[in-house]
């Protein structure tokens, strides 16, 4: 299995309920992230993270939204308390780290969750 | 995030002939750039990407990049139905900022 794996697929659940996804980037990616696409919205950045560190968590829409990384490896996107407007297909990426930069590196996705909250 | 912008679509082209898709983008810093397709209900799926002045080919598909009028291109030669899709122009400054994004349609 080369590339990103996400999982579930796909997630249903009431609002108000936490719910946790999971994303396991291409062995020997260093950087990873999370977006988002919504219907009508696009695609948005959430969290970058480097290694275990998340130097960038500025597109997390609010503090029901977190993140964490083990391992550098897997990643765990948790949203608390849902909301019917955080219904979005959540997709993880990964890429190589040369030298410190990951500006040129091609980010590969991964097949998403699909998030429906009822 | 960056602005970028594409044409707004749908764009409809007949088999065999050249889609052309376009891309701006607000940062003058921004070194990077990705093309991603995307098919209805699956996730993005990289095709190309471009860091230098100038033209790069990929079997059928060009990307052209120029910096100084901050502009990215995609063509598609003879295209199939295959390529309709979804197109997302991406600027990458180690987070990706994408366009809208330009529905492609291929007519056989």
């Known amino acids: 299995g080369a590339g990103v794996s996400q999982s579930p697929s796909n997630k249903v659940t009431e609002k108000g309920k936490d719910v946790e996804l999971r994303c396991d980037p291409i062995?020997?990616?260093?950087?990873l992230y999370w977006y988002r696409q919504s219907l009508g919205q696009g695609l948005e950045f959430l969290i970058y993270?480097?290694?275990?560190?998340?130097?960038?968590k500025s597109g997390l829409p609010s503090d029901r939204f977190s993140a964490e990384r083990t391992g550098g490896s897997v990643s765990t996107l948790t949203i608390q308390r849902t909301q019917q407007e955080d219904s979005a297909v959540y997709l993880c990426?990964?890429?190589?780290?040369?030298?410190?930069?990951?500006?040129?590196?091609?980010?590969?996705f991964g097949d998403g969750t699909r998030l429906s909250i009822l | 995030q960056k602005e970028v912008e594409q044409n707004s679509g749908p764009l409809s082209v007949p088999e065999g002939a050249i889609a052309s898709l376009n891309c701006t983008y607000s940062?003058?810093?921004?070194?990077?750039f990705f093309w991603y397709r995307q098919y209805s209900g699956k996730s993005p799926e990289l095709i190309m990407f471009?860091?230098?002045?100038g033209d790069k080919e990929d079997g059928r598909f060009t990307a052209q990049l120029n910096k100084a009028s901050q502009y990215v291109s995609l063509l598609i030669r003879d295209s199939q139905p295959s390529d309709s899709a979804t197109y997302l122009c991406?600027?990458?400054?180690?987070?990706?900022?994408f366009g809208a994004g330009t529905t492609v349609t291929v007519r056989a």
């Open positions: 990426a990964s890429s190589l780290t040369t030298g410190g930069d990951v500006s040129n590196q091609p980010q590969h």
């Open positions: 471009i860091y230098s002045n």
């Open positions: 993270f480097q290694g275990n560190s998340a130097p960038d």
């Open positions: 062995s020997g990616h260093t950087a």
């Open positions: 991406a600027v990458n400054d180690y987070k990706l900022s």
């Open positions: 940062d003058r810093g921004s070194q990077s």
